[in-house]
């Protein structure tokens, strides 16, 4: 296979760093680019050298000449698109959150499977340098049988400066940053088969939670919990940094600021740092997440060269995603969510 000719639907705010990240794949590039408004095409076809630009995705696809498509919209279109890709049989990465529903989601795997074409969900946190080492801690088996671990996001940061429709939605954290969060433990933890949740608002000036506690009854029986929050004024801002704490039956690991990764168990404890690559083109706090795009993007090259699904499919982000609609069922009725009433 040569190199996968790809289109970028949606050239907005977050769109940048998946251009950069296509501009540095072997194997992959972006042909095309489309966007409803002409001055974000503008800006981002000049800026990468791509000719081809549309503000019709259907117009963009009848053309023809691409192999996949990468969509980088708001919630609301990603099922109309995905739908658009599987009617033109072409492989498709979505961005989170997957869908506005759990029906709506479980509807675009369903129409990519009929197409027999590949879906995968932009989930990239488990793609982050500091992730994957703690997860490679956790399987070596170096502290044991893990039952307990934490998967913890605690900011004050601005995030509303750059996506003010953010502030806007009646559902903010879970379904923007818990996702991310719920998917590393699924990621480090395996499925979940009950949640509890409690939200809470604390900034007056949006419309939906900025703060959450979620608790987590795996299937392997252990218990996690995953909190969230954009409401936390700490001495040192930590955004966009992780912190996870693992119990295990052998030991303990902890990472924590600055990327440190501390594991203690039988032989004893070491420290190290686990940080993030600062790509040519990423600038700090945000290096950890842009080069886990550019992990995640070359995954997807790979996949598609062999034809495996790859790690973060739409069938697999199904788990994930309803995680989050049990957050929010729990937080909403106070009780404890069985998974299987969600995914059947």
């Not at 053309?63 to 996949?68: C, K, R, V, Y």
């Not at 340098?129 to 997860?135: E, F, G, L, R, S």
């Not at 693992?246 to 168990?265: A, F, M, P």
Request: aromatic content about 8%; charged content about 25%; proline content about 5%.
């Amino acid at each position: 296979m040569g190199v996968l000719r790809g289109a970028l639907i949606g050239c907005g705010f977050f769109a940048v760093n998946q251009m950069h990240g296509w501009a540095g794949i072997e194997g992959a590039e972006i042909v095309a680019i489309c966007d409803r408004d002409p001055e974000c095409l503008r800006i981002v076809g000049d800026q990468f050298g791509v000719a081809r630009r549309y503000q019709d995705a259907e117009a963009m696809l009848q053309e023809g000449g691409i192999d996949f498509v990468d969509i980088s919209t708001t919630v609301g279109s990603h099922r109309a698109l995905v739908e658009l890709a599987a009617r033109y049989r072409l492989p498709a990465i979505c961005q989170k959150p997957f869908a506005p529903t759990l029906s709506d989601a479980k509807a675009m795997v369903a129409a990519m499977d009929e197409a027999g074409v590949p879906l995968m969900i932009h989930e990239n946190f488990r793609w982050q340098t500091p992730i994957i080492a703690a997860k490679a801690v956790v399987d070596s088996g170096a502290i044991g049988k893990p039952f307990w671990g934490r998967v913890s996001f605690r900011s004050g940061y601005d995030v509303f400066s750059g996506q003010p429709y953010l502030a806007t939605g009646k559902r903010f954290i879970i379904e923007d940053l818990g996702i991310h969060s719920l998917d590393i433990a699924r990621y480090l933890f395996g499925d979940a088969s009950r949640m509890t949740a409690r939200t809470r608002r604390v900034n007056p000036a949006i419309a939906g939670e900025d703060v959450a506690t979620m608790l987590l009854d795996h299937e392997s029986g252990l218990t996690s919990v995953v909190d969230v929050s954009y409401a936390t004024r700490l001495p040192e801002e930590p955004f966009p940094e992780t912190f996870l704490e693992v119990d295990g039956t052998e030991g303990s690991l902890r990472l924590g600021k600055d990327y440190r990764l501390t594991v203690h168990g039988r032989t004893g404890t070491e420290t190290r740092e686990v940080a993030p690559n600062l790509l040519p083109w990423a600038s700090r706090p945000w290096h950890n997440i842009q080069e886990s795009v550019a992990l995640i993007q070359q995954h997807w090259t790979e996949s598609l060269a062999v034809g495996r699904e790859p790690d973060t499919s739409g069938r697999d982000n199904l788990k994930t995603f309803a995680l989050v609609e049990a957050a929010y069922l729990s937080a909403e009725t106070g009780r404890t969510v069985d998974l299987a009433e969600l995914l059947g």
